[in-house]
């Protein structure tokens, strides 16, 4: 009888904790394990809607699904609330998460910690090897330009490929239904045409209406003579999705009916076309079984009468264990990738092989600014001019955008001459007369400023901002230079490397702390950081109900026409919240003690509060930000109603004026 009673005890506790935990967090938890990170996303957030209880384990899921998505920062700001709770693979995803953002030294310790923890030994290594790597090879390439286009992504948009006078790429639609979503949360894509003009990419339009579907197209490719496409298509199969490659052939006026690939497989899929210049192999990724992991690159012959011949796979100096992607190939035979198995900064990084002698050559990372700690990926260079290209990347944010390449002109000694033959006369040209000049050497680095190095503050009560993220980045290329989080004191340091210490430099400072702050970016010159470094950043926080609260607690005392001085150093402390943050409105509501005319004392205070909004306006604050309102003696606080014998101290606590925050306009 006790055991049967321990064991009912037993699974009535097990079903009260099961109970309390709501049932959206619970739905979210059942779309997590199933790699619904998205829909798992939105039932946690409902849950939060809902008071449900979001406890530690529920954060760390939270923050693994924004980094599953892409969006490393959130997942980082998510992170951030359960840091000291971390262990075994959240230590992992949260150092990962540390490395996409360019955080490579911090990340470098979580991987430490994650080992000590015993996670999978040889995993960890690599990535602190990355992480090494990235930090020695932080240099840019000044000879390479890569620029955000501004061609409109709505949400995303990337893989562009030459077509004719133009590029064609995947975008998500302007129209966009937003019920029509993908299970990562984003638009299903179509593609897209944009005509070049000086290099410059134009406004964008459907590429044919023949070629949309139900779900997304793209990573497509072209013969040389633009009559055949590749593309590739998600279609359901038994069970699921799949990838496959299609083709079609242009008439003369549209593109025909697609026909689906031999090699397409409801086992695996295969995507991400390629042609080769010579019209003569199709380069393709597939995850099908047998390869070395993860995606790998494959090639087929094309053969004649529309055949192809056997998938054979790349090898071992091209693919590895995990994902290699986006495959494009030019006229000197050099294959340019993208991969998260080779060493690079973090995520997808761009590489390069030749095939020589038979073989690829080991790949070699395409580094700054090709590359980013973030997805780098589908660089493809102009057929008409090897100098341009495009390539797309998510190092702004959460989405995929398109991006310009420039390869700049180098100098070159022309020390190659035709060689002599014999009785050829040589003319030497005369030695240009030297003129002594003072030895120069290399510009003084010193002049300019080691890091930029400064506290951040809140413009609301000028308390320390800590836990924000901080990114320094070139502003030309876009290339992220160096990123930190504001510590304790509020403060960070990120080091600017010696070749952006010159004339003319221009950085993009990028502030975020999701939740509290209104994100913040900043243009400035290098000749600015010094003043920035001694002034420091304020930040506007995001007005939740606390920061609110915090406004609407003041209370200003007066007696007779004049404030109390301690009220006068709140109101200098309000004066300097409303100077900072001008979209707050607030309301004056004054108050009298209940002796006197009832007539008199409402006149009275609605002259107090007037008198009040003017000395706020002579300290700065703007006249639409205060909103003066006399209620008399119609709301007492104590006892000391009419008719009542109070002290002198009691009746003080009635004349009052209340700072209520009445709004925050947009």
């Not at 075994?88 to 991987?111: H, R, S, W």
């Not at 991006?403 to 003319?427: A, R, S």
């Amino acid at each position: 009888m006790k055991i049967r009673y321990i064991i009912f005890l037993l699974m009535f506790v097990a079903g009260h904790i099961l109970s309390a935990q709501g049932k959206y967090v619970k739905k979210g938890d059942k779309l997590y394990h199933k790699g619904e990170y998205y829909q798992a996303l939105l039932s946690y957030t409902q849950a939060k809607e809902e008071g449900e209880e979001i406890n530690t384990d529920v954060t760390k899921k939270i923050a693994t699904c924004y980094f599953e998505l892409n969006d490393t920062q959130s997942a980082f700001n998510t992170f951030g609330e359960v840091m000291d709770e971390l262990s075994g693979n959240d230590l992992v995803t949260f150092a990962k998460t540390l490395q996409k953002e360019g955080g490579y030294e911090m990340a470098i310790e979580y991987y430490q910690m994650a080992k000590a923890d015993g996670v999978r030994v040889d995993e960890v290594d690599d990535l602190i090897a990355a992480c090494k790597w990235a930090v020695k090879h932080a240099e840019m390439d000044q000879n390479v330009r890569v620029i955000p286009s501004a061609i409109y992504t709505a949400g995303q948009s990337f893989g562009t490929v030459y077509y004719k006078d133009g590029v064609v790429y995947s975008s998500a639609p302007k129209d966009t239904n937003n019920k029509n979503l993908d299970k990562t949360g984003k638009a299903f894509l179509d593609l897209y045409y944009s005509d070049l003009i000086d290099h410059e990419i134009q406004e964008g339009r459907l590429f044919s209406e023949k070629l949309q579907f139900q779900y997304h197209i793209g990573a497509i490719a072209f013969t040389s003579d633009y009559n055949t496409m590749y593309y590739t298509l998600a279609v359901r199969v038994k069970g699921g999705n799949r990838l496959k490659i299609f083709k079609v052939q242009y008439d003369g006026k549209d593109w025909g009916k697609s026909e689906e690939l031999p090699f397409n497989s409801i086992d695996y899929d295969c995507v991400m076309p390629a042609v080769s210049p010579d019209d003569k192999f199709l380069y393709f990724v597939s995850n099908k079984k047998g390869g070395y992991g993860g995606k790998d690159i494959y090639k087929v012959e094309r053969l004649r009468g529309g055949a192809y011949g056997t998938m054979s796979n790349l090898g071992p100096e091209v693919n590895t264990y995990g994902n290699e992607e986006f495959p494009s190939i030019n006229k000197t035979n050099e294959l340019f990738f993208s991969s998260d198995g080779h060493i690079g900064y973090g995520g997808l990084d761009i590489f390069k092989s030749e095939f020589k002698n038979g073989k690829w050559q080991k790949p070699q990372n395409l580094l700054l600014p090709f590359n980013s700690p973030k997805d780098d990926f589908a660089y493809t260079i102009n057929p008409k001019d090897p100098s341009r290209g495009f390539l797309s990347s998510n190092r702004r944010g959460a989405n995929d955008d398109i991006f310009y390449v420039e390869l700049l002109q180098q100098e070159k000694e022309e020390t190659q001459q035709d060689n002599p033959e014999v009785g050829d006369v040589i003319e030497i040209a005369a030695l240009p007369e030297v003129k002594e000049e003072p030895a120069e050497t290399a510009s003084n680095l010193s002049v300019f400023p080691m890091a930029v190095a400064a506290k951040i503050k809140s413009t609301f009560n000028n308390e320390v901002a800590q836990g924000v993220q901080v990114q320094v980045l070139d502003k030309n290329s876009a290339t992220l230079i160096g990123t930190a989080v504001s510590d304790a004191k509020g403060n960070f340091n990120i080091s600017i490397p010696d070749k952006f210490k010159k004339e003319g430099q221009v950085f993009e400072l990028v502030f975020t702390k999701e939740g509290e702050f209104n994100p913040k970016r900043m243009i400035v010159d290098i000749s600015e950081i010094n003043d920035i470094n001694q002034n420091g950043i304020a930040l506007t926080p995001m007005f939740n109900d606390t920061v609110l609260d915090d406004i609407s607690g003041m209370i200003l005392y007066y007696n007779g026409t004049e404030l109390l001085e301690e009220s006068k150093r709140t109101l200098e402390r309000l004066a300097g919240y409303l100077q900072s943050n001008p979209q707050i409105v607030v309301k004056l509501n004054t108050h009298s003690d209940a002796r006197g005319s009832k007539y008199d004392n409402l006149l009275k205070t609605q002259k107090m509060g007037e008198k009040v909004q003017q000395m706020l306006q002579d300290k700065g604050v703007d006249e639409e930000s205060t909103i003066p309102r006399g209620y008399g003696e119609r709301y007492i606080v104590n006892r000391c109603k009419r008719g009542v014998l109070c002290s002198e101290e009691e009746q003080q606590k009635n004349k009052r004026i209340e700072v209520i925050v009445w709004k925050v306009k947009e």
